[in-house]
């Protein structure tokens, strides 16, 4: 079983940065895809980011060049900084972890392989 927690959510101004961390524990491997989905009120989630197996980063188009997303293998922790944040990013952000082997980092943020996720509970994110 994985845990997953994550932190540093919060408010902040359009323009402003936050830096989201999410600690695992449990049975996480390192081949694990991880990364970070957001779920904006009356909208699907959305998959922003993940780190593959060998470090390799993806984003999806709507953070591209804003947000980047990092890992700390020995510290079994994620973490996702956000910088020029709008009022469009405000969402719940999740920290989600996946047993998939490969460079599917980005067919993972479309669902791929969901069903075998583990998430987080969430943390908010609200930019005024």
């Known amino acids: 079983h994985v845990q997953l927690v994550e932190s540093g959510g919060g408010s902040v101004q359009s323009g402003g940065s936050l830096r989201l961390t999410c600690t695992a524990s449990?049975?996480?491997?390192?081949?694990?895809?991880m990364g970070w989905f957001r779920q904006a009120p009356g909208k699907e989630r959305e998959g922003i980011a993940a780190?593959?197996?060998?470090?390799?980063?993806r984003y999806a188009n709507s953070v591209k060049g804003r947000f980047a997303i990092s890992k700390d293998a020995a510290k079994n922790t994620l973490y996702l900084q956000m910088n020029s944040l709008k009022p469009e990013d405000t969402a719940i952000y999740y920290c989600?972890?996946?047993?998939?082997?490969?460079?599917?980092?980005?067919?993972?943020?479309?669902?791929?392989?969901?069903?075998?996720?583990?998430w987080g509970q969430g943390t908010q994110v609200t930019v005024s």
């Open positions: 449990g049975n996480i491997k390192t081949h694990y895809i």
């Open positions: 780190v593959e197996q060998d470090g390799s980063t």
């Open positions: 989600a972890a996946s047993p998939l082997v490969g460079p599917y980092g980005l067919s993972w943020l479309e669902g791929l392989g969901d069903e075998h996720n583990y």
